[in-house]
């Protein structure tokens, strides 16, 4: 008779235990940017909702960001650093294709020798992250996980271009999540539509760069393709998490959408019939497009600005390059 092998299962339920962030240093207004792209403060406010966005100084990596965040959210959690089994890290801007900033991060806020690794899933990649730890604890496979969406993207803009570059900023989120006594994180519903691949991404490849045939890679996207498929393709995502997690747009608390576009957003709300009652995250107005950060540096922010929503629940939906993108309720801690 052959052996039986042992296959571990864990917690019942999961849930986040805090949320930690950090932001670029520098507030940088539209007027530093309008030149290049011959522009004005105006058309950038009515198109983006943006007023300014933070970015980091030079010395300052996605690493550093992601480093600062997830100290925080350890800190709050009150689980201790060397508990934590699984880092992952959400991320486009690694200045490294490898070693991965999880790594890096796993051992920089205490958690060395735990399991980590980067999750490339764009503006998606914090849900994405979300999924994976969710699963992983009830698994057995990890105790306590650490995910962080962290974006250095002005290593990666060209300030003359029309199409993103004023979006973008720099900044990290993280969250704690472990085992829980009830659910505190519903079900994913996620997935990609790589025919779409040419919408947003990156304009040249390393290897272009390296050889001499094209400037340094930088992002770019063809904004209406995206704002439609955001607008009318994710709102049928978001209503399928809502249903997934046996709940009504009015039981939210919150909505926590990728923070791409102010216009995106309201106009996200407005399909989804978001009651009054329900706080939405705009985090975008003063902090930027930061990718897969967006999410929980909104998230943070509500928490901060809002402590009352504690206990609440959130819907929350990343949207990007791949095209990629994730959704699921969550309970606020």
Not at 193 to 205: I, L, P, R, Y
Not at 311 to 319: E, K, R, S, V
Request: net charge negative; with cysteine; charged share 20%.
């Amino acid at each position: 008779m052959s052996p039986t092998l042992i296959q571990p299962t864990g917690a019942a339920h999961t849930r986040i235990y805090s949320y930690g962030a950090a932001r670029g240093e520098l507030s940088v207004p539209n007027d530093d940017l309008i030149g290049p792209i011959d522009s004005s403060d105006e058309w950038i406010r009515q198109r983006t909702g943006i007023i300014t966005r933070t970015r980091a100084v030079p010395e300052t990596d996605a690493i550093d960001l992601a480093t600062d965040a997830g100290r925080e959210a350890i800190e709050r959690s009150g689980v201790e650093a060397s508990k934590i089994d699984a880092v992952i890290v959400a991320t486009v801007s690694n200045p490294k294709q490898t070693p991965s900033v999880a790594a890096i991060v796993a051992d920089r806020v205490g958690s060395n020798p735990a399991a980590a690794y980067d999750v490339n899933a764009a503006c998606a990649g914090f849900a994405y992250g979300v999924a994976q730890a969710d699963a992983l604890v009830r698994a057995g496979a990890a105790t306590y996980a650490l995910v962080i969406g962290t974006e250095k993207l002005s290593d990666i803009v060209d300030p003359a271009d029309r199409s993103i570059s004023f979006l973008l900023g720099d900044g990290a989120g993280a969250v704690v999540i472990g085992p829980s006594d009830t659910p505190g994180i519903g079900p994913t519903v996620w997935g990609s539509d790589g025919s779409k691949a040419e919408a947003v991404g990156m304009n040249h490849t390393l290897t272009d760069f390296r050889d001499g045939k094209a400037p340094w890679p930088t992002l770019r996207q063809e904004g209406p393709t995206v704002f439609r498929w955001a607008v009318w393709e994710m709102v049928k995502v978001a209503r399928q998490a809502l249903e997934a997690a046996g709940i009504e747009a009015s039981d939210l608390a919150a909505f926590v959408p990728h923070q791409a576009n102010m216009r995106i957003i309201d106009e996200f709300a407005k399909q989804l019939g978001l009651p009054e009652t329900v706080v939405i995250g705009r985090d975008i107005e003063t902090t930027g497009n930061t990718s897969a950060a967006s999410i929980p540096l909104a998230t943070h922010r509500l928490l901060e600005e809002h402590p009352e929503l504690s206990g609440g629940l959130a819907l929350q939906i990343g949207f990007g390059a791949g095209l990629v993108f994730g959704a699921q309720v969550v309970v606020l801690p």
